[in-house]
């Protein structure tokens, strides 16, 4: 890789993960000055997400398809999505928009982070997988991490939102999960907001029919949840998918745990939410931890290698 392209893909990466730690600095923005009621950010920012995606993703087949036809290629197959990725997907973003109503905006990316490494870690041992010394060592100190976290009580961070965090965080994990099987992960994402469009009438509808006196909408509200979706999820994820092909599983896995600390530091320049000493300590043991589980991941990976290579 040469050297302008290694500052490129940093940048992207960098660009990207600011952008998903920019979606729970908005997302709580939003909710808890009570801008917008949940459901409907959740549709916005899904609505808007596909449009933008729609729009991208119009531009490259336009591309393709000129570049195709000066080449006589044939025009390539794109990849749809699936319904179970969308329906994860909708998951995802409803519990996520519930979670940031009850819990500050570090500790809910700090809690999101840690639980989609753990089911990961989950799979893999389903899968059979054996764990390196220091993902077991690692994985007991996220855990100490995240129990000190919301020890001794539950009310803060606050219990619902605490498993509404913990919820967004699995379905997200599924959704990661499911994506690594995808050849063209950028087309099956896009495919796969499409169809939450759906999800998100039926959503509406529900929560008119239902909880009609707790929707309500400002214009700044709208706009927040119109940049959540268009720009930082969005854009966020051309960003990702384009950096992706060129880090390694590794190094793809460590940049997101900087998504908890940008998100940190986004709040209390934003939104004045103060960082806490327990928070501080948390993280350190948490992001400590999944550092080591993640090195121990690669460790594997080497002795893989070297194995296939003899």
Partial sequence: ??????????????????????????????????????????????????????????????????????IAQPTS??????????????????????????????????????????????????????LH????????????????????????????GLVMVMASAFTWALYTLNGQKSLKPLSDTAFNFYRTLPLIAVASVLSLLFIGDQVFMTSKGFWLAVISGGVTTGLGYILWYTALPRLSASLASA??????????????WLIDEPITLRFMIAAALMLGG??????????HRKTALKSTAA
């Fill in 1 to 70: 890789m040469t050297r302008s392209l290694m500052m490129q893909t940093a940048l992207l990466t960098f660009l990207s993960v600011t952008a998903f730690a920019a979606n729970a600095v908005i997302c709580r923005w939003a909710l808890d000055h009570q801008l917008i009621d949940p459901v409907s950010f959740t549709s916005l920012r899904l609505g808007s997400a596909a449009l933008s995606l729609f729009a991208v993703m119009t531009l490259i087949h336009w591309s393709n398809r000129r570049r195709q036809t000066t």
């Fill in 77 to 130: 197959k794109t990849n749809h999505g699936s319904w179970y990725a969308a329906v994860v997907l909708f998951l995802y973003a409803l519990t996520f928009s519930y979670g940031y109503v009850a819990i500050s905006t570090a500790t809910g990316a700090l809690v999101l982070a840690a639980v989609v490494q753990f089911t990961m870690i989950g799979y893999a041992l389903r899968k059979g997988d054996k």
């Fill in 255 to 268: 940049t997101q745990l900087l998504v908890p600390l940008i998100a940190a530091f986004g709040a209390t």
């Fill in 133 to 160: 010394l220091a993902e077991w060592i690692g994985a007991a100190v996220a855990l100490v991490g995240l129990l000190y976290l919301v020890y001794p009580k539950l009310t803060t961070p606050s219990w619902w």
């Fill in 290 to 299: 999944l550092g080591l589980v993640l090195h121990g991941r690669n460790e």
